[in-house]
């Protein structure tokens, strides 16, 4: 049994939840990545547009998560466009 001792506090490794410990770090870590998305996609709205997003945020989260979904996808694929293709490279064949 592996026991942990420090002064007068004795834990039991038993004793520490770790499932709900990860799945709170889990939670915390998309937390953040929801409130990142959300603070870009809000960067390229007006603030009459900023405004009906935070109440559609409010009254339907679903919507709001697929308002954001649609318009990463088209930032992506607008993104695949725009990019130039360099030309190739000639190699020479080694003589």
Known sequence: MCVL??????????????????FAVLALLAWRYDARARRAYEAT????????????????PAKWRAAIALKQAET???????????????????E
């Open 76 to 94: 992506l694929a607008t993104a695949a466009q725009d990019a130039v293709p360099r030309p190739r490279k000639i190699r020479r064949q080694p």
């Open 45 to 60: 709205l007006s603030e009459a547009e900023k405004l009906q997003f935070r109440v559609l945020r409010r009254v339907h």
């Open 5 to 22: 001792h420090r002064r007068d506090i004795v834990i039991a490794w038993r004793m520490v939840p770790f499932v709900p410990i990860a």
